[in-house]
């Protein structure tokens, strides 16, 4: 299984980026991914995560209203959209992914990604 995060970059406050995360080597039937994020000096923290054989969506609060996790199963990829980006979410992102059902604990997931950078500017 390979996961390729991409779509990171530098954004003003209040701009958007689009996260993607290509995934090869399963099928989306029984398969989860999830957006998890690590600041400079901070633990890693679960941002949204998704089922992708019935599209059911998490979201951590601190993004809620702001994200929007979404996947298309013919491109095996998932998208976040990022809005209303503020400097608290610049992080390293990663995508990974785990059989069964989304959750946003980082430990439940088997496969992970190279990290790609958001950095939001005041």
């Known amino acids: 299984v390979q996961l390729q995060a991409s779509g990171g970059g530098l954004v003003q406050s209040g701009g958007s980026l689009r996260l993607s995360c290509a995934v090869s080597?399963?099928?989306?039937?029984?398969?989860?991914i999830g957006w998890f994020r690590q600041a400079p000096g901070e633990e890693r923290e679960g941002a949204s995560c998704?089922?992708?054989?019935?599209?059911?969506?998490r979201y951590a609060d601190s993004v809620k209203g702001r994200f929007t996790i979404s996947s298309d199963n013919a491109k095996n990829t998932v998208y976040l959209q990022m809005n209303s980006l503020k400097p608290e979410d610049t992080a390293v992102y990663y995508c990974?992914?785990?059989?069964?059902?989304?959750?946003?604990?980082?430990?439940?997931?088997?496969?992970w990604g190279q990290g790609t950078q958001v950095t939001v500017s005041s």
């Open positions: 080597g399963i099928t989306f039937d029984d398969y989860a």
């Open positions: 998704i089922t992708l054989s019935d599209g059911s969506t």
């Open positions: 990974a992914g785990k059989f069964g059902a989304s959750w946003l604990e980082d430990y439940e997931y088997a496969h």
